[in-house]
């Protein structure tokens, strides 16, 4: 069956057998974590669906969580605690790059950990934060391993 080139980690198990859990259908991350993943929802889905960690390098979220000036709006700056709480979280889930190879991105369609997530993806259109929901149709509640059905049923 496709759904298992879909890899899972050992995880996703015990997710769904807690219903408490929030996000129930992504990954539990680590208690210590737990706040930092909910700041970060609260304070980056007011305006698009909230990205992933792994699509970004941990630099561009260092420099996203310190800019007031956000692609050309303004953003309320965050404050700590919260800040260093959603860094240590976003931090943690993605990885940096080196810089002194590489540009760092500010898209995602510029982002080449983003393009290693999507190695069935060939993308003919421009990506941005509207169209994950085009093939992740749970993207607005931060699930992005569940795919429409024209993904799943693929090889
Ligand atoms: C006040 C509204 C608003 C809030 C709040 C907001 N953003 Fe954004 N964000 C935008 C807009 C507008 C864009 C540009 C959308 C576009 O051009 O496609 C954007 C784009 C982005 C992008 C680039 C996506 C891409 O690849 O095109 C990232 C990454 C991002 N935001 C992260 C964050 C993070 C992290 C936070 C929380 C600190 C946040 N956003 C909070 C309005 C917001
Ligand atoms: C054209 C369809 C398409 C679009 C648009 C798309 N994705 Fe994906 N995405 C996929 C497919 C299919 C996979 C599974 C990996 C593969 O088969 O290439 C995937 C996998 C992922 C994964 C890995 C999930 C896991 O199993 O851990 C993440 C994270 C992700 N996408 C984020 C995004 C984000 C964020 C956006 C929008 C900026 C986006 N995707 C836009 C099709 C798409």
């Avoid at 974590?33 to 979220?61: D, K, M, R």
């Avoid at 190879?101 to 190695?119: G, M, T, Y």
């Avoid at 941005?128 to 992005?144: D, I, M, R, T």
């Amino acid at each position: 069956m496709a759904q298992s080139s879909i890899p899972r980690s050992p995880q996703s198990q015990d997710t769904l057998a807690l219903s408490s859990n929030q996000i129930a259908s992504v990954d539990r991350v680590p208690r210590r974590f737990e706040l930092g993943q909910q700041l970060y929802l609260e304070n980056c889905s007011a305006c698009h669906i909230a990205l992933p960690p792994p699509v970004l390098p941990s630099q561009t979220w260092r420099q996203l969580l310190q800019d007031t000036q956000h692609y050309g709006r303004q953003l309320q700056p965050l404050v700590d605690p919260p800040r260093i709480l959603i860094w240590n979280y976003l931090q943690t889930f993605s990885r940096p790059l080196d810089l002194k190879e590489e540009q760092l991105p500010f898209r995602v369609e510029r982002s080449r950990f983003f393009k290693a997530l999507h190695p069935r993806v060939e993308f003919s259109q421009p990506i941005s934060v509207k169209n994950c929901l085009n093939c992740h149709p749970s993207a607005s509640e931060y699930n992005f391993r569940k795919l429409t059905s024209e993904w799943t049923d693929s090889p």
